[in-house]
């Protein structure tokens, strides 16, 4: 099945910085890439995803950067808030539609 | 809000015992998955129903079940609970097939076995 690896578990950067995130999957069959955000107490809060026939999708201070040759994909937050401080999670599917999810990434913005 | 409700927002309970959780989809979504998040075992996807037809399995142990009810809300019976079942429970949303592939989370139960 697929396997999802998410890298760093923990990121801090200062107010105003860039933070990337990045993912890499296993199956090539995968087609769908959705990233999380989930603040304490919260579910998952879809923020944006890209599908495989497309490189890059962007979303005001948000963008996602899909490699399918290399089973890579990043999540780029630009100008970061402190609202921005939570844990984010990448995920891959097939057209079954079910997630496999990354092991998520803590960020912290310091102000 | 994403507009996906599930109750109860907490349960507790002793070892042995069974519990139920609902949850209520978007309007219009067909699909409804259940996903268990614990700290160990990060965020796994259990079980998918389409239209009150079971669609995926995932991993999902042979003491938990579940339904899609013609109203397409969703249950998730957990039995013979054990501490390890502790974890929080979410139930995300899609349009289906036919639409879109976005899943939409609710806001979870979270369950502790005592």
């Known amino acids: 099945g697929e396997n999802v690896e998410q890298h760093p578990s923990t990121l801090s950067v200062q107010e105003g910085d860039s933070a990337v995130i990045k993912c890499t999957y296993s199956?090539?069959?995968?087609?769908?890439f959705p990233w999380y955000k989930q603040e304490l107490g919260k579910g998952p809060q879809l923020i944006i995803d890209?599908?495989?026939?497309?490189g890059e999708k962007k979303d005001q201070r948000i963008a996602v950067t899909l490699n399918k040759t290399a089973k890579h994909f990043s999540l780029h937050i630009t100008e970061t808030q402190p609202e921005d401080s939570a844990v984010y999670f990448c995920?891959?599917?097939?057209?079954?539609?079910?997630?496999?999810f990354g092991t998520g990434t803590r960020l912290t913005i310091i102000p | 809000d994403s507009g996906v409700t599930q109750t109860p927002k907490h349960l507790i309970t002793a070892t042995g015992q069974r519990v139920t959780l609902r949850c209520s989809p978007r309007?219009?979504?067909?699909?409804v998955y259940w996903y268990q998040q614990s700290l160990d075992q990060g965020l796994q996807f259990l079980i998918q129903?389409?239209?009150?037809?079971?669609?995926a399995k995932g991993n999902i142990l042979e003491r938990f079940s579940a339904q899609q009810f013609p109203d397409l809300h969703s249950e998730l019976n957990l039995s013979s609970l054990e501490l390890g079942d502790s974890a929080l429970y979410f139930c995300?949303?899609?349009?289906?097939?036919?639409?879109?592939?976005?899943?939409?989370f609710g806001p979870g139960t979270r369950l502790t076995v005592l």
């Open positions: 995300a949303s899609s349009p289906g097939t036919s639409g879109g592939r976005e899943q939409f």
């Open positions: 199956d090539s069959a995968s087609n769908y």
């Open positions: 890209i599908r495989s026939n497309v």
């Open positions: 995920a891959a599917s097939t057209f079954h539609e079910k997630l496999t």
């Open positions: 309007s219009g979504d067909l699909s």
């Open positions: 129903y389409y239209n009150g037809e079971e669609r």
